[in-house]
C-alpha cells in the first residue's frame, strides 16, 4: 500500500503548476509601494529605482537575513487541514525557510562567475545593502492519502486538479511571494524597490524528503540570481524570468 501511495505522489508531482502568480497586496515592509512599477524587462512583478542610483557606485553588497515579520498567516492557512500540522514545529520550519533564502542569496553573490559585488558583513560607503521579506508563503493543497508519504507534521505540497481549478492563486498551486529593497550603505537611504509572487514550478517530485516548503527552495534560488543579473547589467537589460520546470530531488 504504501508504495503505491509513493507512486500516487510521484505522478501527481508531474502537476505541479510552475508561474507567475497574481501580485499579492501590499505587506507594508517597502514604504511607499505605490512607487513600483510594472518593467517588461526585469523578471520582477513589480520594482522602483531612485533616480539617483548608480549600481557603478557600489562594489559590495551586504545582504541582511531575511525578515518573516510580515508574513500573511490567513494566506498560509488557507486551503490546509490543520489537523495535520504541529505549529511549533511550523514555526521553525518558517524560520528554516528565511534561513536557507538568506543562505541562498548569499551563494548567488558570491559565486556570480562575474564577481560583481563582493559580500560583506557589514556595510561601508561601497556597500549596497539588500533587505528582503517573506511575505506570502502557502503550501499546494494534498493529494488525498499523500500524507502517508511524510510525517504528519509537515505537507506534502502536490498540485491537484481541483487546486488548479480553484479561483484562489492559494489553493492547490502554492504561492511564494517576497519584497524587497536596496539600501545605500552610506546614508542607509532606500534607493531601490521590488516585489514578486510565484508558484511552485512544474516538477517530478523525490519524496525521501519532502518537506511543505520544499518547492519553495527553488524559486528563492531563482530570485537570488535575478538579483545578481539586475544589479549587474546595465538599465534597460532584458533578464529572463524562471523557467518553469524543474526536477526536484534530495
Same mark, same amino acid.
Given at each position: ?144 492519502? *499523500?500524507?502517508?508519504?511524510?510525517? =504528519?507534521?509537515?505537507? +506534502?505540497?502536490? /498540485?491537484?486538479? #481541483?487546486?488548479? @481549478? ?61 538579483? *545578481?543579473?539586475?544589479?549587474?547589467? =546595465?538599465?534597460?537589460? +532584458?533578464?529572463? /524570468?524562471?523557467? #518553469?520546470?524543474? @526536477?526536484?530531488?534530495?
Amino acid at each position: 500500500m504504501t508504495r503505491m501511495l509513493l507512486k500516487i505522489c510521484l505522478f501527481a508531482g508531474l502537476f505541479l503548476v510552475g508561474c507567475k502568480a497574481g501580485e499579492v497586496p501590499n505587506s507594508g515592509f517597502n514604504p511607499h509601494p505605490e512607487l513600483m512599477t510594472r518593467d517588461a524587462n526585469l523578471p520582477f512583478q513589480r520594482i522602483y529605482w531612485d533616480n539617483k542610483f548608480d549600481p557603478n557606485a557600489y562594489s559590495e553588497i551586504f545582504i541582511a537575513p531575511v525578515n518573516t515579520d510580515y508574513l500573511k498567516n490567513e494566506g498560509f492557512w488557507e486551503g490546509l487541514n490543520l489537523a495535520y500540522l504541529d505549529k511549533v514545529k511550523l514555526k521553525k520550519e518558517i524560520g528554516d525557510l528565511a534561513d536557507y533564502a538568506h543562505k541562498s542569496f548569499i551563494k548567488a553573490f558570491t559565486e556570480d562567475p562575474n564577481h560583481r559585488f563582493t559580500v560583506v558583513d557589514a556595510a561601508g560607503p561601497n556597500t549596497l545593502i539588500l533587505e528582503t521579506a517573506l511575505v506570502q508563503v502557502v503550501p499546494s493543497r494534498t493529494v488525498v492519502g *499523500v500524507i502517508g508519504c511524510v510525517s =504528519p507534521a509537515s505537507v +506534502a505540497v502536490v /498540485g491537484t486538479a #481541483a487546486g488548479a @481549478l480553484s479561483k484562489s492563486q492559494d489553493i492547490g498551486k502554492g504561492v511564494v511571494a517576497i519584497e524587497g529593497r536596496f539600501r545605500d550603505g552610506s546614508s542607509r537611504e532606500i534607493i531601490g524597490m521590488f516585489a514578486d509572487c510565484e508558484h511552485p514550478k512544474y516538477a517530478f517530485l523525490d519524496f525521501k524528503a519532502l518537506n511543505w516548503w520544499a518547492p519553495a527552495k527553488i524559486i528563492i534560488d531563482d530570485w537570488g540570481k535575478q538579483m *545578481v543579473e539586475v544589479l549587474s547589467n =546595465p538599465r534597460g537589460t +532584458a533578464i529572463k /524570468g524562471s523557467s #518553469a520546470f524543474k @526536477l526536484l530531488v534530495w
